[in-house]
């Protein structure tokens, strides 16, 4: 299968990977036939990509780094506890920790070196889907570092709950399609606070540690983030993981008021800021498992040719195998022995 623009979508393609709901349903499952309403819905929707199914890209696995089974369980669990949260209710905490405990079994149990990460979301489900992606890129960045199970689980249930906090802040500035005011800045800048109010009131059921994810995941090494200004080591291992889950995550992903980031040029950012807004050790670990091309994805080569990415180089992710598109048919060729040849950029931008 391969990763489309939506406006790229026809009637008759058939989709290659499923459509949830940000409760974890199926909206759209594998294999459906697209007609003309089924693709203004998922526009309306909010869905910026889809992957489909066609005869050029049929071979072609994007691996996933959790089952979907286990993806619509965390996201039910996820908006499950929002909204017990949004009512005053405690959240369910053994819910939250038997999904991460499943996330990080299969995490563990994977023979995938690289993340191929690039979720199918819509605008209105992406503070869940969100919270998802964070769990499972800083599970995999923490098993890189050397962390041992404990550790990844704790971890896991902080970043899954990490934004609870954008409860308490006014859904017509968390939704605002333009830039916000420096006002409004402040008050979403508040989330990290609400937040770890909300998992620190959990009479224990919660580690302490994994609340500290709510409030440090915006503190930057340098000391210029909020809402401590802490430094370096002064912040916790887990939020200082988190941070880069959560920038890489919100820039490779369509919001309201912007396009999405490419996940090569996200890369880039997040090693430039290696050391000054980032852990040094975190962004080396965390470039050693993110896929900057991932399966399935369009790219333009230096040659001018489009090509599909259809498996990545473990020890050189930047030059994958791709499969060059031609007008008689395509030919696969392996950048790694065709080192005249390089991807430019994505055309999924």
Not at 128 to 151: A, Q
Not at 164 to 173: F, M, Q, R, T, W
Request: charged share 25%; aromatic share 8%.
């Amino acid at each position: 299968m391969r990763r489309i623009k939506i406006t790229w979508a026809k009637p008759g393609d058939i989709l290659g990977y499923p459509i949830l709901r940000k409760d974890g349903a199926i909206l759209l499952n594998v294999g459906v036939k697209l007609t003309e309403a089924y693709i203004q819905q998922l526009k309306e929707l909010g869905i910026t990509h889809i992957y489909i199914q066609d005869e050029i890209s049929q071979d072609i696995v994007v691996p996933d780094p959790i089952s979907i089974e286990t993806k619509m369980e965390a996201l039910r669990v996820i908006a499950d506890n929002f909204h017990r949260s949004c009512r005053g209710l405690k959240l369910d905490i053994e819910s939250v920790r038997k999904v991460v405990d499943s996330i990080v079994d299969e995490i563990l149990s994977s023979e995938q070196v690289l993340l191929n990460l690039h979720d199918i979301r819509s605008f209105d489900n992406y503070v869940f889907s969100h919270s998802l992606s964070v769990t499972v890129i800083s599970i995999v960045v923490g098993r890189r570092l050397g962390y041992d199970d404990r550790f990844l689980r704790d971890l896991g249930m902080g970043c899954m709950l990490h934004d609870i906090g954008k409860l308490d802040v006014p859904k017509e500035i968390l939704d605002k399609p333009d830039k916000l005011t420096p006002e409004e800045y402040e008050i979403v800048k508040f989330h990290t606070h609400y937040g770890y109010r909300r998992l620190i009131d959990q009479n224990g059921d919660l580690p302490a540690t994994s609340a500290h994810v709510a409030w440090e995941h915006h503190e930057r090494y340098d000391g210029s983030g909020y809402p401590r200004g802490l430094k370096g080591e002064r912040i916790h291992i887990f939020a200082r993981i988190a941070s880069v889950s959560d920038v890489y995550d919100a820039m490779t992903t369509d919001r309201v008021y912007r396009k999405a980031y490419s996940p090569s040029d996200t890369m880039e950012f997040i090693m430039g800021g290696s050391g000054i807004l980032f852990d040094y050790n975190v962004v080396s670990a965390f470039v050693k498992s993110i896929a900057p091309y991932p399966a399935g994805d369009v790219v333009l080569l230096s040659t001018g040719e489009t090509a599909i990415v259809i498996d990545v180089n473990n020890d050189f992710p930047l030059r994958p195998v791709v499969r060059v598109l031609k007008d008689d048919g395509w030919e696969d060729i392996d950048l790694m022995k065709k080192t005249n040849i390089s991807i430019l950029r994505s055309l999924e931008e």
